[in-house]
């Protein structure tokens, strides 16, 4: 059974897809690769806040925790790899 899995996803041209972007990625520098992640991550926290900001905003401030923190990550992400750009 699991055979007939594995040869059907080798099969799969979303699989191939797949395969072709993780090949991609690993392609990247480590550099280009913080830096594609911490802007992912800095924007995934700007789109959060923005749509809490558009709604009626939920009393208490533990609602800014997982931004805040996808913030900063994000941030020390791009810091480090324009860092080692640098070099």
Do not use: K
Not at 23 to 36: G, K, L, P, T, Y
């Amino acid at each position: 059974m699991l055979q007939g899995l594995w040869t059907a996803g080798a099969a799969s041209v979303s699989a191939q897809v797949v395969a072709r972007g993780g090949r991609r990625w690993r392609s990247e520098s480590a550099a280009d690769r913080r830096r594609a992640i911490g802007l992912t991550m800095v924007m995934a926290a700007v789109t959060h806040l923005g749509l809490l900001v558009t709604q009626d905003t939920p009393p208490g401030w533990l609602w800014l925790a997982l931004p805040a923190l996808a913030m900063m990550v994000g941030s020390l992400c791009v810091l480090v790899a324009a860092e080692e750009s640098e070099r």
